[in-house]
């Protein structure tokens, strides 16, 4: 049973961060993928990028940033600028703690060897540390330089859990290395957005519209600099739902292209998913 066979019982939103990370490649733009694991409580069995919920202690005023500062954050993310920096600093921690890519360093550069950095990771992950304390600690900037506005996404209210997401683009910093080592994830891959595409398209991976919507984006440029340098406006994307249908009934920009363009047999999944 969903949310929406409860009406009177929408759940409630939390703020959320996903990162698009990106390379450039042979055959094009490369995206980062994990492969979530079934028992995950939200989008378990799913294609995903990396990101997560805002701890509440992404809020800390403390952390320090180079780059595009917070009141710019709050005008390009249409949110406060304690909700901005929350976003920001959310985005750049689950990266770290989901594929051990870190956006942070120095005013000048970059991180050179995030792996340095195991055990701080392991207690990111764990809660015993928190980012503010991490970079502190060892006297790293966040680098919202690394970042770049993407998309807005709202979960639609018929499911149990809410997310009020916003996507950003990340291109990977030289000498760093995505990694599987999480346990949210079965197994991680870089893959061009029109072989994950494929891939969802032939019923191997599950893609939902936002991840979907996502990689037929990046799919449109050729380098990461181009993408990167897309102006955009971020307009949140709630899809409507329609009761008793989960999934099925979910109606966004596109979402007609989304069901139509699935493999054969994969509608049954989704009224599985539905039920």
Same mark, same amino acid.
């Given at each position: 049973?969903?949310?929406?066979?409860?009406?009177?019982?929408?759940?409630?939103?939390?703020?959320?961060?996903?990162?698009?990370?990106?390379?450039?490649?042979?055959?094009?733009?490369?995206?980062?993928?994990?492969?979530?694991?079934?028992?995950?409580?939200?989008?378990?069995?799913?294609?995903?990028?990396?990101?997560?919920?805002?701890?509440?202690?992404?809020?800390?005023?403390?952390?320090?940033?180079?780059?595009?500062?917070?009141?710019?954050?709050?005008?390009?993310?249409?949110?406060?600028?304690? @909700?901005?920096?929350?976003?920001?600093?959310?985005?750049?921690?689950?990266?770290?703690?989901?594929?051990?890519?870190?956006?942070?360093?120095?005013?000048?550069?970059?991180?050179?060897?995030?792996?340095?950095? %195991?055990?701080?990771?392991?207690?990111?992950?764990?809660?015993?540390?928190?980012?503010?304390?991490?970079?502190?600690?060892?006297?790293?900037?966040?680098?919202?330089?690394?970042? @770049?506005?993407?998309?807005?996404?709202?979960?639609?209210?018929?499911?149990?859990?809410?997310?009020?997401?916003?996507?950003?683009?990340?291109?990977?910093?030289?000498?760093?290395?995505?990694?599987?080592?999480?346990?949210? %994830?079965?197994?991680?891959?870089?893959?061009?957005? +029109?072989?994950?595409?494929?891939?969802?398209?032939?019923?191997?991976?599950?893609?939902?519209?936002?991840?979907?919507?996502?990689?037929?984006?990046?799919?449109?440029?050729? @380098?990461?600099?181009?993408?990167?340098?897309?102006?955009?406006?971020?307009?949140?994307?709630?899809?409507?739902?329609?009761?008793?249908?989960?999934?099925?009934?979910?109606?966004?920009?596109?979402?007609?292209?989304?069901?139509?363009?699935?493999?054969?047999?994969?509608?049954?999944?989704?009224?599985?998913? +539905?039920?």
């Amino acid at each position: 049973m969903s949310a929406a066979d409860n009406p009177q019982q929408v759940a409630p939103l939390r703020d959320a961060s996903t990162v698009v990370l990106v390379r450039d490649a042979a055959d094009g733009i490369e995206v980062f993928l994990q492969h979530r694991v079934q028992q995950m409580a939200f989008a378990g069995g799913m294609t995903v990028f990396p990101g997560g919920g805002v701890d509440d202690r992404d809020r800390d005023a403390q952390i320090q940033w180079v780059g595009p500062e917070v009141g710019w954050w709050a005008e390009q993310l249409s949110a406060d600028e304690a @909700t901005a920096r929350a976003l920001v600093s959310a985005a750049v921690r689950e990266t770290f703690e989901e594929c051990g890519v870190l956006l942070a360093g120095t005013a000048t550069q970059v991180c050179a060897d995030p792996s340095i950095y %195991a055990a701080e990771r392991a207690a990111l992950v764990s809660k015993e540390l928190s980012f503010a304390q991490f970079l502190a600690d060892h006297e790293l900037v966040l680098r919202t330089d690394l970042l @770049t506005p993407l998309a807005h996404w709202i979960t639609p209210k018929n499911e149990r859990r809410r997310y009020d997401t916003r996507f950003f683009l990340a291109q990977l910093p030289a000498g760093h290395d995505a990694d599987g080592a999480t346990t949210e %994830a079965e197994a991680t891959e870089w893959r061009t957005a +029109a072989a994950a595409l494929a891939d969802w398209q032939d019923g191997r991976r599950f893609l939902l519209p936002p991840t979907w919507t996502q990689l037929r984006h990046v799919g449109e440029y050729a @380098t990461v600099a181009d993408l990167v340098a897309q102006p955009r406006v971020l307009e949140p994307i709630e899809p409507v739902v329609s009761d008793g249908q989960g999934i099925l009934g979910l109606g966004f920009d596109d979402s007609a292209d989304y069901f139509a363009a699935m493999a054969d047999g994969r509608l049954d999944t989704l009224r599985d998913v +539905a039920k």
